[in-house]
């Protein structure tokens, strides 16, 4: 049974496919769609729930298009120890807020990396994995420092499945 929250002016929602990003400015809440992309989410819950993306910067930040993270080098060329995911491409677009996973040049290559597009981005439609949407917080993703790397690049402080939320302190 999933777990669910009641959000003012929206509706419940799957606590189990809520990613919570915390910025320094605040948190990005994401709904995570793994009916689009079961592998894809599930290897984002679980490098969340290992504490992989905490601390990782957004190296790459394109106005107009979307910033990047998942990168523990902070490169553009790392990833996690996991072997990589086969693409799971749909029809989709990559709309404003619209999750997605980076990769090579091969389809095949997704791992870690992902990005949150600032606009709609129609040549990736297809061609890049969809997993999830910003649903709040999107105007803390428009104020990332911006660059490729960005001179002095913002980080996720914490990123978590909102079911297993750290206690208040």
């Known amino acids: 049974m999933a777990t669910h929250l009641a959000t003012s002016g929206a509706e419940a929602r799957d606590l189990d496919n809520t990613?919570?990003?915390?910025?320094?400015?605040g948190?990005?809440?994401?709904?995570?769609?793994p009916d689009l992309a079961p592998?894809?989410?599930?290897?984002?819950?679980?490098?969340a729930s290992e504490g992989f993306?905490?601390?990782?910067?957004?190296?790459?930040?394109?106005?107009?298009?979307?910033?990047?993270?998942g990168d523990p080098t902070g490169t553009g060329r790392g990833s996690s120890d996991k072997p990589n995911l086969k693409a799971e491409f749909t029809k989709t677009p990559f709309e404003r807020g619209t999750l997605g996973m980076a990769r090579s040049q091969s389809p095949n290559s997704a791992?870690?990396?992902?990005?949150?597009?600032?606009d709609r981005s129609d040549w990736l439609d297809g061609q890049y994995?969809?997993?999830?949407?910003?649903?709040?917080?999107?105007d803390l993703v428009d104020r990332i420092a911006k660059g490729e790397p960005p001179s002095n690049p913002d980080k996720m402080v914490k990123v978590y499945i909102a079911s297993a939320a750290p206690a208040a302190n």
């Open 19 to 25: 990613l919570i990003i915390e910025l320094a400015t």
């Open 27 to 33: 948190k990005v809440t994401v709904e995570l769609q």
């Open 39 to 47: 592998l894809h989410v599930a290897r984002i819950k679980e490098l």
């Open 53 to 69: 993306y905490d601390g990782i910067v957004f190296h790459r930040v394109i106005p107009g298009f979307m910033a990047q993270t």
């Open 111 to 118: 791992n870690s990396q992902f990005f949150i597009c600032f």
């Open 129 to 138: 994995t969809v997993f999830g949407k910003v649903v709040d917080g999107m």
